[in-house]
């Protein structure tokens, strides 16, 4: 699987834009980018996910590099429902996602 | 509630004994995985079915370990002969037929303690 790179934690103030960065230099041509997060207790969430062009939902948005060897989770206003781990993963048409560690976000009333 | 269903939520069982988790998959989702996420880690792959057949297994998935989807709908994992290292929280996802995009929707998962 090719391995992605997300700094451990982050912190943001409550209503204001995280950018939550993630590294990925041997992505191949075919790989999707796709993101996910882990709310205390629960089992991971799907969040977005794109191929070159960035991309937006009603939950963030996803600004891949022009050389796609690394991308940025945004989300536009952090509230502290987004507490929570966001796992950045390739994709590549595989049967299983490998997740790694992701990044812990931490909202700051 | 639609989404996926796992049962039970919490067991606490002794070194030596037999557990069984049991998944309900969102209705017509053909694909269906068991992930196992231990403390600081990200979830692990461990299993993935489509219908009732098991078409991919993880080295993670020793032979104390079985699953099973015998008519394509729910699904079971049962761990034999319990471990202290088998503590960790067992994660059930399913994803619908045709083009695998890479979208799974997860259960709350079932957390195992192992005395």
């Known amino acids: 699987d090719a391995k992605t790179t997300q700094p451990n934690s982050m912190e943001s103030n409550e209503e204001e834009p995280v950018h939550l960065p993630c590294n990925h230099s041997?992505?191949?041509?075919?790989?999707?980018i796709h993101w996910y997060r882990q709310l205390p207790s629960q089992g991971p969430e799907y969040v977005i996910h794109g191929l070159t062009s960035n991309v937006n939902n009603r939950m963030a948005s996803l600004a891949i590099a022009e050389d796609r060897k690394s991308s940025t989770l945004i989300l536009h206003r952090a509230t502290l429902r987004d507490a929570a781990v966001y796992y950045c993963i390739l994709y590549g048409g595989a049967n299983n996602l490998f997740f790694g560690t992701g990044t812990r976000l931490t909202v700051i009333p | 509630d639609t989404g996926v269903s796992q049962d039970p939520r919490h067991k606490i069982t002794k070194r030596g004994q037999n557990v069984t988790f049991r998944c309900d998959p969102i209705?017509?989702?053909?694909?269906l995985y068991w992930y196992r996420q231990t403390l600081g880690q990200g979830p692990e792959f461990l299993t993935y079915f489509q219908n009732e057949a098991q078409l991919e297994k993880s080295r993670l998935l020793s032979d104390r370990f079985s699953a099973e989807r015998p008519k394509g709908s729910f699904s079971t994992l049962e761990i034999q002969r319990t471990e202290q290292g088998d503590s960790a929280m067992y994660l059930c996802a399913s994803s619908p037929g045709g083009t695998n995009t890479g979208e799974l929707f997860f259960g709350e998962g079932s957390r195992l303690t192992v005395l």
């Open positions: 209705s017509e989702h053909n694909r």
């Open positions: 041997t992505i191949s041509g075919t790989d999707y």
